[in-house]
């Protein structure tokens, strides 16, 4: 007989504490946390005379890396 992933899950939804809604809106709001950081390091990029749509794209898809990178590579503010 094979086992049903929703069997197995089950059982843990009806003890996690929250629900599902609430988990997705936390997902939707990191989305959009990395989406507004990664748009202010194309700006600050562009800004800086950098690739902006190369950082953006690095800070958004790997946000806690790439950022770090971005950080420490970023080029000194034009005056």
Do not use: C, E, H, K
């Not at 996690?16 to 609430?22: E, I, L, N, Q, R």
């Not at 202010?40 to 749509?53: E, F, L, P, S, T």
Request: charged fraction near 10%.
């Amino acid at each position: 007989m094979p086992v049903v992933l929703a069997d197995i899950a089950i059982p843990f939804q009806a003890t996690a504490s929250g629900t599902a809604v609430a988990f997705w809106l936390f997902l939707l709001a990191l989305y959009v946390a990395f989406l507004l950081i990664a748009l202010w390091v194309y700006q600050d990029a562009r800004i800086r005379g950098m690739n902006g749509v190369f950082w953006f794209a690095l800070v958004f898809l790997v946000p806690v890396f790439g950022l770090v990178a971005y950080v420490i590579y970023r080029r000194d503010r034009p005056l």
